[in-house]
């Protein structure tokens, strides 16, 4: 039995079983056979293309684990190209090599580099399985005293550079700063800028944006382009674009991508967005007049934009709650960025409205955002059982003719609603 019919054979297996009866297949790795078989089934629905070649080779389980998908990846491929003409793209920390794939088909030339030489020449194995043959691979530590990967690099001229730090410590711990992550891309700045005019970094949709847009702008780099991009209801990553500082401060734009739905939003004199303040509703006899709820979805509301989408005709519940109210259904343009409900009944918060809720609408979800409560204590107080069609919000509320400079009064109410 070859090693592939092995893995297919036993694509549903147990695979801890399998490590225990390694003597029944001594012509089989069975180290390396129970990784392919645990990778493929991670990769399955999000690399179909990948699951699709049973001959792709997996170095280890991480990588299989932190690689995109192929959605995004395609997304990042055709922006690069969009941003840099599509002549030649370096990715600097390779991984897997599904980035560089999807890159392959937009850029004439490819530049893979990848520290781990396994995984290098796992790359190398996959991308001939995959028929492309337009990518280079280079073994060089992504540092700034590397002097064999920055010649390398002036050699092979890119026209723009990709970058997807490790967001783990040595040690193995989570971290979220940009420049807590490895490679360090605040430190790499000069280097990268001195070999290309363009730089693309994806980073973890636990960025804080704000904040790693200021780190670039205090190192020498100007943020022209954030991209925030969902899929199957998730934010799975933020890309960030950006081009070597020319001393005047820019205003950014903010792209949100969720499932095939594009809206982007320019700031500066000539952008799109009027004003950034919160359209709050006047008084409560408004909000009692609104037929529908919008909640915004996972990309738009990591893009921060949650007073801008005002500009779609809709109302922001609070100035801290972001949630939205509309007359009429939300329109297309925002529609397609988050979840639509039909409003049922608006009351008070109070403990005799959490009972009379809890009889009425006995299944349904439910969101606390901004009052004195989580979720969880909302739901057990009501008694609701999850699911259904219903929803139910406890939301704290702003009022416009409510509002004292530096004092903002507000007062908090259950909202059911059904999903459409």
Known sequence: ?????????????????LLFAKGRWPEIDMEQ????????RKIRSKLPRWHSEPDIFYPDRLCAEQCSSEETAGYKARLAAEISGGGRIADLTGGLGVDC?????????????????????AARHNFKVLGLDNIEIETFCASKDETALWARLKEFSPDIIYIDPARRSAEGSKVFLIEECSPDVLGLLPQIFSCSKNLMIKLSPMADITMVSGRLEANGADVIEVHCIASSGECK??????????????????????????????????????DNSPSLMHNIDEAYGMRYLFEPGKALAKSGLFNEICCFGIRKAGIHTHIYFSPEMPSGDIAGFGKTFAIKQILPLSKKTIKSVGAQWPECDVTSRNIPMTSDELRKRTGCRSGGKFHLFGLRMDFAEKQNPGKPRGENYLVVAERL
């Open 101 to 121: 794939s999807a890159f392959a088909a937009h850029f004439k030339k490819v530049l893979y580099n990848e520290m781990d030489s396994s995984r290098a020449e």
């Open 33 to 40: 056979a129970v990784t392919a078989i645990e990778c493929r």
């Open 1 to 17: 039995m070859t090693f592939k019919e092995f893995i297919l054979e036993h694509a549903s297996d147990d695979t801890s079983r």
């Open 237 to 274: 990553e933020v890309l960030v674009l950006a081009v070597k500082s020319d001393g005047c401060h820019k205003e950014h734009s903010t792209v949100v991508y969720d499932n095939g739905n594009t809206m982007r939003f320019n700031r500066g004199n000539d952008g799109n967005i009027p």
